[in-house]
């Protein structure tokens, strides 16, 4: 899952019918759609799907950044206030992770928490139809040097990440500096799903399916690097509890098998967006160090707490609308 598809499918149920009944969907779906599209994408139930699109494009390109920023923030605080099943998912997460806090800071997190939703949503567009010339003025990079010398060693690289809301934004910027892969998650609405997969594939070598593993290990072994996030609740034989922010969590034990089967390094990173226009740092940590062991469980524990550092660095910026917690066999689903 991605916050992104969940934003993009939320508003498109809201979309006025009268934008609908003036919308060219073949032209403007042209722009993001692969050339020979299904034509069941063109139908009437999809239309509100493509003037969220249409709608988002138009902002992207027309106005600043900054604009962007404050009209995404705006929009979240709209969402906060209606948008009730994610909220309380939020705010469980956050009394689970954060008990130390006050609920009036919590609250506080929470509220900057939607406005970096809004904020993502719109730079996803950003990410997906800006220029390389406008984006390069919004990034400082951290640690290239760790990427550049894995690809030197030629057994690729585990992109150790997680699903922050700025993560659209943050792959196409690393992009500017190097070429690699993602793993995503399909969505079940087919237009928002060919609109991702178009954009992905445009803007990386690859963009692989959850769960074809075969086809993630072979891109390693042709030497390019993988964006990799397993931080989301995992029901599944191979998985594991691992505490995240000292809460057990079920976490998929694939990141130390994936290292073990194909012998790649695993390269921390991660994305932040900075206060105001300054726009956003990336962060390419060193290769995790004795990894894996011979402990898949202690292995996973190792991944999540590096990931939580990282959340720690701009906890609203994390994808708190995601049941993290669910999915524990004999504790009871908090939400």
Same mark, same amino acid.
């Given at each position: =899952?991605?916050?992104?598809?969940?934003?993009?499918?939320?508003?498109? &149920?809201?979309?006025?019918?009268? @934008?609908?009944?003036?919308?060219?969907?073949?032209?403007? %779906?042209?722009?993001?759609?692969?050339?020979?599209?299904?034509?069941?994408? *063109?139908? /009437?139930?999809?239309?509100?799907?493509?003037?969220?699109?249409? %709608?988002?494009?138009?902002?992207?390109?027309?106005? /600043?950044?900054?604009?962007? @920023?404050?009209?995404?923030?705006?929009?979240?605080?709209?969402? =906060?206030?209606?948008?009730? !099943?994610?909220? $309380?998912?939020?705010?469980?997460?956050?009394?689970?992770?954060?008990?130390?806090?006050?609920?009036?800071?919590?609250?506080?997190? %929470?509220?900057?928490?939607?406005?970096?939703?809004?904020?993502? %949503?719109?730079?996803?567009?950003?990410?997906?139809?800006?220029?390389?010339?406008?984006?390069?003025?919004?990034?400082?990079?951290?640690?290239?040097?760790?990427?550049?010398?894995?690809?030197?060693?030629?057994?690729?690289?585990?992109?150790?990440?997680?699903?922050?809301?700025?993560?659209?934004?943050?792959?196409?910027?690393?992009?500017?500096?190097?070429?690699?892969?993602? =793993?995503?998650? +399909? $969505?079940?609405?087919?237009?928002?799903?060919?609109?991702? !997969?178009? #954009?992905?594939?445009?803007?990386?070598?690859?963009? @692989?399916?959850?769960?074809?593993?075969?086809?993630?290990?072979?891109?390693?072994?042709?030497?390019?690097?993988?964006?990799?996030?397993?931080?989301?609740?995992?029901?599944?034989? #191979?998985?594991?509890?691992?505490? *995240?922010?000292?809460? /057990?969590?079920?976490?998929?034990?694939?990141?130390?098998?994936?290292?073990?089967?194909?012998?790649?390094?695993?390269?921390?990173?991660?994305?932040?967006?900075? +206060?105001?226009?300054?726009?956003? !740092?990336?962060?390419?940590?060193?290769?995790?160090?004795? *990894?894996?062991? #011979?402990?898949? $469980?202690?292995?996973?524990?190792?991944?999540?707490? @590096?990931?939580?550092?990282?959340?720690?660095? &701009?906890?609203?910026?994390? *994808?708190?609308? $995601?049941?993290?917690?669910? #999915?524990?066999?004999?504790?009871?689903?908090?939400?």
């Amino acid at each position: =899952m991605n916050y992104q598809s969940v934003a993009l499918s939320s508003i498109s &149920a809201y979309t006025p019918e009268a @934008i609908k009944c003036t919308f060219n969907q073949a032209a403007f %779906l042209s722009r993001f759609m692969p050339s020979k599209s299904n034509a069941s994408l *063109f139908a /009437p139930r999809y239309w509100s799907t493509h003037t969220a699109l249409a %709608l988002l494009w138009l902002i992207c390109r027309w106005l /600043p950044y900054g604009w962007v @920023i404050r009209l995404g923030s705006s929009l979240g605080r709209i969402v =906060m206030r209606f948008a009730d !099943r994610r909220r $309380h998912i939020a705010e469980v997460n956050l009394a689970l992770c954060f008990p130390q806090e006050s609920e009036q800071q919590r609250h506080s997190l %929470l509220q900057r928490h939607f406005e970096s939703l809004g904020i993502g %949503l719109l730079t996803t567009g950003m990410a997906w139809w800006a220029s390389d010339r406008h984006l390069r003025g919004l990034v400082e990079i951290e640690g290239l040097e760790y990427l550049e010398s894995a690809a030197k060693e030629g057994k690729g690289a585990i992109l150790l990440s997680a699903h922050f809301t700025d993560l659209e934004m943050s792959g196409r910027l690393l992009s500017l500096f190097h070429n690699f892969a993602v =793993m995503y998650r +399909p $969505h079940e609405n087919p237009v928002i799903e060919a609109a991702f !997969r178009r #954009n992905r594939e445009r803007r990386f070598s690859a963009a @692989i399916p959850r769960g074809d593993v075969r086809q993630m290990i072979k891109t390693m072994k042709q030497n390019q690097a993988v964006w990799y996030a397993p931080d989301q609740s995992y029901s599944d034989p #191979n998985s594991t509890l691992a505490p *995240f922010f000292g809460v /057990p969590a079920s976490t998929n034990l694939g990141t130390a098998r994936l290292a073990k089967v194909s012998a790649a390094p695993v390269l921390p990173f991660f994305g932040y967006r900075l +206060p105001g226009n300054q726009g956003y !740092r990336l962060v390419v940590q060193p290769p995790v160090p004795d *990894f894996p062991s #011979n402990d898949p $469980h202690a292995d996973t524990a190792r991944i999540n707490g @590096i990931i939580e550092a990282a959340v720690k660095v &701009a906890s609203e910026q994390y *994808f708190w609308v $995601h049941r993290r917690f669910k #999915n524990r066999p004999g504790i009871p689903d908090p939400y």
